[in-house]
């Protein structure tokens, strides 16, 4: 865990504040052989940490002195995530309009649209 955490003080560092961040959103956790699996909330993260480990598992595998680690990444797929992180104007809206009911007000005060 030392070796990931300042691969993402590295990054940060290094002006990498995104991948940073889809770093921090799940803890890798070690399964069966040696399998490393990591969550994340979409496919673009998906991609920008499968071309980050390119890099990263050779380093990983170095420090750790185990060269038979393998690395999962998996995109979260339920209803929790959706209502977390919503994907479109109108899903944001309705997060929003949780936490600030009078939002639906300022929408027809105005004569918004979504």
Same mark, same amino acid.
């Given at each position: 865990?030392? @070796?990931w955490?300042?691969?993402i003080k590295d990054k940060r *560092?290094?002006? *990498?504040s995104n991948l940073a961040a889809i770093l921090e959103m799940d803890a890798p956790k070690l399964g069966e052989n040696f399998e490393i699996t990591f969550q994340v909330v979409n496919t673009m993260n998906k991609r920008e940490l499968m071309h980050e480990? *390119? $890099?990263f %598992?050779? %380093?990983l595998k170095e420090k750790l002195n185990n060269y038979t680690i393998r690395? $999962?990444?998996r @995109? &979260? *797929?339920n209803q929790q995530l959706k209502e977390e992180h919503p994907s479109n104007t109108r899903e944001k809206y309705e997060l929003l309009l949780k936490s600030y009911p009078a939002l639906e %007000?300022? &929408?027809k005060e105005f004569d918004l649209k979504i």
């Open positions: 865990m030392a @070796v955490t300042q691969r *560092e290094g002006g *990498e480990m *390119e $890099s %598992l050779p %380093l690395f $999962s990444i @995109v &979260k *797929e %007000l300022f &929408k």
